[in-house]
Each structure stands twice: as C-alpha cells, then as structure tokens.
C-alpha cells in the first residue's frame, strides 16, 4: 500500500511539472522585438531582434544599439554583404522548362499584367515574361508604401559595418529561393494575377496593418497576420516558409553563441509560436528573455 501511494505521489509531482512546463511554454511572449539569449554554457550572451523588410521607420533604439555594442557579429537570415549575391539570384530568378507567366493565364489576364508591370516596376510582361513571378512582388514593394522604403536588415548591416563587424547568413540565397520554389508556379501567378486586378489594394491594406503591428512589437500578431494573410503563397506555405526553416536554424544559432557574442536578426514572423525560433531555443535549454 505505502508503495502504491509513493508511485502516486511521484506520478502527482511528474504530472504537476509536466502542466506547468505545458503553461510556461504555451504563455503569450511579451511585445518586444528584441531578445536576450543565455544559458546553456554560454559565455557571453547573444541577442535575437525581429525585422521587417519594408518599413517607413524602424524600431531601432538604444536597446538595439546597446546589444549591438555587447555583440561582436551579425548574423542576418542571409550575407547580403556577399559580393556573388547578385549573380547567384539572376541564376535562379528564372522560371524552368520553357515555362512563361503568359503561358499560365489568359489573354486578358495577360494584357492586365503587362500595364500592372509597366505601372509600377516600368518593365513590360515580355520582359519580365520568364521571371518566377514571386520575384516580381519584391520589385513593387516600395509601391506598397507611402513613404521612402528602409529595409531593417540594411540598417543593421550599416551599423555593422561602423563598427567593422563581420556580416553572416543563417542561410544561402539558394536555400531561399529552394523554398519559394516549393510553392507552385500557379499559386505564385495567381497573386500576381490578384495584385494586378486591384492595382495592389489587398497588399497596400495588409501592409498598413502589418507596419501598425510591426511598431507595437507584437511579434504573435505578425505571425497571426502572417498565416492568416489574404496570400497564398504565405498563408498555405508557412510551414514552409517559416517552421523548416526556424529549425534548420537552431543548430547553427547554438553552434554561433557558444564562439562569440552575437546579434541575430530574422523577420518578426519567425521569432513567435511553437515552433518560432524564441521557442525552439528555450526547448533546447536556453534562456530566451525579452528586452523592453
């Protein structure tokens, strides 16, 4: 009997762990863009921080200068400072097998997107007529704004670089265009189809509400946003685009803070959920701590 009630007292304590571990992990993460990163033997502590690519301002501040200042490095979700950048993405920008965005819609659809191109990037569809047509949406980006476009991972790169700090990728270009290719030529020319019909109003609406959430440092709203987006290509492709690629990065954000002290930063949408990268490194036994 005494050994009975033993086991269910060691079962109780087991099973009361196991619910606050479940709580604790399942808690909402506090609106912040940056993120201390200890523990785990660690010498020095690293920083993650949450971007966005097109902004009207960013949110750098003196908390973000001050973990620069305690960091060594910066590593980006990829090396924009790598000089074959360029000739890599012009090598893979191009669709396979003869395959043309006029061949994937109709003669008017054709018409529409040609004037929608002309309009907002000044190329016609003859001439963009191979790209993968989700490289044509970074193209009218800034179109989406209504202010100059600053990219928050070139502002940290520019940081970097005054405090002559080198400059690394969590990834290649290849790995990004490897998932984006994941996703169909078909869902692909559908938003572009989507965006030339409205003349980008669906995208200029997701985007101002992107920035208002963006500068409140809600980062479970961004990721919210990010799957429940009016965009294929984000909201049926987020284990893709988002989960593969936040645990493909754990292994070598554990292998980087155990060298030196270093400045992560990601886009916002990855830092948030069960399986964004705060959380994925807290399983692992790091200390992931906001910083307000």
Same mark, same amino acid.
């Given at each position: 009997?005494?050994?009975?009630?033993?086991?269910?007292?060691?079962?109780?304590?087991?099973?009361?762990?196991?619910?606050?571990?479940?709580?604790?992990?399942?808690?909402?993460?506090?609106?912040?863009?940056?993120?201390?990163?200890?523990?785990?033997?660690?010498?020095?502590?690293?920083?993650?921080?949450?971007?966005?690519?097109?902004?009207?301002?960013?949110?750098? /501040?003196?908390?973000?200068?001050?973990?620069?200042?305690?960091? $060594?490095? #910066?590593?980006?979700?990829?090396?924009?400072?790598?000089?074959?950048?360029?000739?890599?993405?012009? $090598?893979?920008? @191009? +669709?396979?097998?003869?395959?043309?965005?006029?061949? &994937?819609?109709?003669?008017?659809?054709?018409?529409?997107? /040609?004037?929608?191109?002309?309009?907002?990037?000044?190329?016609?569809?003859? @001439?963009?007529?191979?790209?993968?047509?989700?490289?044509? $949406?970074?193209?009218?980006?800034?179109?989406? &704004?209504?202010?100059?476009?600053?990219?928050?991972?070139?502002?940290?790169?520019?940081?970097?670089?005054?405090?002559?700090?080198?400059?690394?990728?969590?990834?290649?270009?290849? /790995?990004?265009?490897?998932?984006?290719?994941?996703?169909?030529?078909?869902?692909?020319?559908?938003?572009?189809?989507?965006?030339?019909?409205?003349?980008?109003?669906?995208?200029?609406?997701?985007?101002?509400?992107? &920035?208002?959430?963006?500068? $409140?440092?809600?980062?479970?709203? +961004?990721?919210?946003?990010?799957?429940?987006?009016?965009?294929?290509?984000?909201?049926?492709?987020?284990?893709?685009?988002?989960?593969?690629?936040?645990?493909?990065?754990?292994?070598?954000?554990?292998?980087?803070?155990?060298?030196?002290?270093?400045?992560?930063?990601?886009?916002?949408?990855?830092?948030?959920?069960?399986?964004?990268?705060?959380?994925? #490194?807290?399983?692992?036994?790091?200390?992931?701590?906001?910083?307000?």
């Amino acid at each position: 009997m005494i050994k009975i009630i033993v086991n269910l007292v060691k079962f109780s304590v087991l099973f009361a762990i196991m619910v606050v571990s479940y709580i604790a992990n399942a808690q909402k993460l506090e609106n912040t863009l940056l993120w201390k990163i200890s523990g785990n033997g660690i010498e020095k502590p690293s920083y993650l921080y949450g971007t966005m690519h097109a902004v009207c301002e960013t949110n750098i /501040d003196e908390a973000v200068l001050s973990a620069f200042d305690k960091t $060594s490095q #910066l590593y980006l979700e990829i090396d924009m400072d790598d000089p074959s950048l360029q000739a890599t993405m012009m $090598s893979k920008i @191009m +669709m396979k097998d003869g395959v043309t965005i006029s061949s &994937l819609v109709t003669e008017e659809e054709s018409k529409q997107i /040609d004037q929608f191109l002309k309009d907002n990037i000044g190329f016609s569809l003859k @001439m963009m007529d191979n790209f993968k047509p989700f490289t044509l $949406s970074s193209m009218y980006l800034p179109k989406l &704004l209504d202010c100059p476009m600053i990219a928050v991972d070139a502002e940290l790169m520019k940081i970097s670089k005054e405090q002559n700090e080198e400059v690394y990728g969590l990834e290649t270009i290849e /790995d990004q265009f490897n998932v984006f290719d994941k996703i169909p030529y078909k869902v692909q020319v559908e938003e572009l189809v989507k965006a030339s019909k409205n003349n980008l109003a669906s995208d200029k609406e997701e985007m101002v509400k992107m &920035l208002a959430i963006y500068k $409140s440092e809600n980062i479970e709203e +961004m990721l919210t946003l990010s799957k429940d987006s009016n965009n294929k290509m984000f909201s049926e492709y987020t284990d893709d685009l988002l989960n593969k690629r936040n645990k493909n990065w754990i292994p070598i954000i554990e292998k980087v803070v155990k060298l030196k002290p270093t400045f992560f930063a990601v886009g916002a949408a990855h830092l948030a959920g069960e399986e964004g990268v705060i959380k994925l #490194l807290r399983k692992k036994g790091y200390k992931v701590e906001a910083v307000k």
